[in-house]
Nanobody
Framework: QVQLVESGGGLVQPGGSLSLSCVASGFTFSRYSMSWYRQAPGKERELVAT????????TYADSVKGRFTISRDNAKNTVYLQMNSLEAEDTAVYYCHAQHRTWRNDNYWGQGTQVTVSS
């Protein structure tokens, strides 16, 4: 069974840091690009960051560029999101997403982890 399990969410003060992890199973992780999305209450889900299947290229939303870093360890079937200089506007449920590098319809979502930035 395909699974994407996020962890690392929680409450952090503005300016603080948090690291999210997503552990994948049930598919060939190294053949999938990985992304982090987030969704705040009343807002549409937005793409935060993407990393290619080999980890050779990354893409970030303008709102997080310079503050967040996406990385992956294919040997551990894990993708990470390091979040620094957090702002209240970063508060959202963060979701892990996998997409096959060739077949777009082959894609999977995690259940999400809550990140709350508040003083």
């Amino acid at each position: 069974q395909v699974q994407l399990v996020e962890s690392g969410g929680g409450l952090v003060q503005p300016g603080g840091s948090l690291s999210l992890s997503c552990v994948a199973s049930g598919f060939t992780f190294s053949r999938y690009s990985m992304s982090w999305y987030r969704q705040a209450p009343g807002k549409e889900r937005e793409l935060v960051a993407t990393i290619t299947s080999t980890g050779g290229s990354t893409t970030y939303a303008d709102s997080v560029k310079g503050r967040f870093t996406i990385s992956r360890d294919n040997a551990k079937n894990t993708v990470y999101l390091q979040m620094n200089s957090l702002e209240a506007e970063d508060t959202a449920v963060y979701y892990c997403h996998a997409q096959h590098r060739t077949w777009r319809n082959d894609n999977y979502w995690g259940q999400g982890t809550q990140v709350t930035v508040s003083s």
